[in-house]
């Protein structure tokens, strides 16, 4: 064989290892991977569940794959969504607010949950927010959280000025403020959302002095799934997860029990099925894709001086929940 002939074949292997290449590293790019970030508690069971259950995402983008990142508190999650290091993350409706007011692309892509949330105290001096002495520290996870907005409706009202127990204020995540809670150090009490109340509410002279029912401000949607810009221009991604989330939250509301069993199995608590069942059938947990009392919600964080501009319903929401019934 001459040297030509050699060359020519070398020439052609060598496209055609080329071809074979990009063609892999086109169905490579091809292949989307979601993140979805959540937070320590029930409220997040509907993205928690997509997360582990990677073939609800599957029914509707195929050969997808999903991350779970974990993380503590809404500013966390807000942050991790405005760098891109997530793509969709389940928090609270007032860092959304703060982001948008400040001018950042990130919007609500989804109601998700309605959770009972009670301060939560081993006191037996303590009954009401009235009987809280400067010293005595409180766990609202995070700044701007409606933990911490709650504790300021009830400031307001009940002693004449919503930043009255401010200084109060220590963040932790929900895991942390149990602990400390239940072997009485750092703070007297933690505001607390499922399944950490009953947890706690089961241990001997724990009660609760405070909750997200006492007002009527405080009427308002506890989890959403929010996501920025770049996610949503995903639109397959995008859609396929919107699509997946609602599927969960009708799972959730359907077969209570099936989801239970679920929950028990992969989330790393010692809840039994029987435990994560009678936490999904509480009086104030609902999952709802329609989030409820934003409007509302922004006017008072305004009102405190934690947010600078309110918005209206489709301000900070994204197309897909326009005209949905949201509030």
Do not use: C
């Amino acid at each position: 064989m001459g040297v030509r002939s050699r060359r020519t074949r070398l020439a052609r292997s060598i496209a055609l290892a080329a071809m074979i290449l990009a063609g892999a590293a086109q169905g490579v790019a091809a292949r989307e991977t979601v993140r979805i970030a959540v937070e320590h508690g029930l409220g997040y069971a509907p993205l928690f569940i997509v997360a582990k259950k990677p073939e609800m995402l599957r029914k509707y983008l195929p050969d997808a794959d999903v991350a779970l990142v974990q993380l503590a508190g809404g500013a966390a999650v807000r942050e991790a969504l405005l760098s891109g290091t997530v793509d969709i993350g389940g928090l609270a409706m007032s860092p959304i607010i703060q982001a948008w007011a400040r001018g950042a692309d990130l919007k609500i892509a989804l109601g998700i949950s309605d959770m009972p949330a009670k301060l939560i105290t081993y006191r037996d001096d303590i009954h009401s927010i009235k009987d809280l002495k400067p010293g005595d520290k409180i766990n609202v996870v995070s700044i701007g959280s409606p933990l911490s907005l709650i504790v300021q409706m009830a400031a307001e009202s009940e002693l004449g000025n919503a930043h009255a127990l401010d200084n109060n204020f220590v963040t932790m995540s929900h895991p942390d403020g149990v602990a400390a809670v239940m072997t009485k150090r750092d703070i007297v009490a933690t505001f607390a959302s499922p399944p950490y109340v009953r947890i706690l509410l089961r241990e001997p002279g724990m009660h609760a002095i405070l909750t997200n029912h006492d007002f009527s401000a405080a009427n308002f949607t506890y989890i959403v799934a929010a996501a920025g810009a770049g996610f949503v221009g995903r639109a397959k991604a995008y859609d396929a997860t919107i699509h997946a989330l609602t599927d969960a939250i009708d799972w959730l509301n359907a077969k209570p029990e099936e989801a239970a069993a679920f929950l028990a199995a992969e989330e790393r608590t010692k809840l039994t099925a029987a435990d994560w069942a009678a936490e999904l059938k509480q009086d104030g947990v609902r999952f709802t894709p329609e989030p409820h009392g934003l409007v509302k919600l922004g006017a008072f964080m305004v009102r405190v001086g934690v947010a600078t501009k309110a918005p209206g319903f489709d301000d900070v929401t994204w197309p897909n929940l326009h005209g949905a019934g949201g509030s």
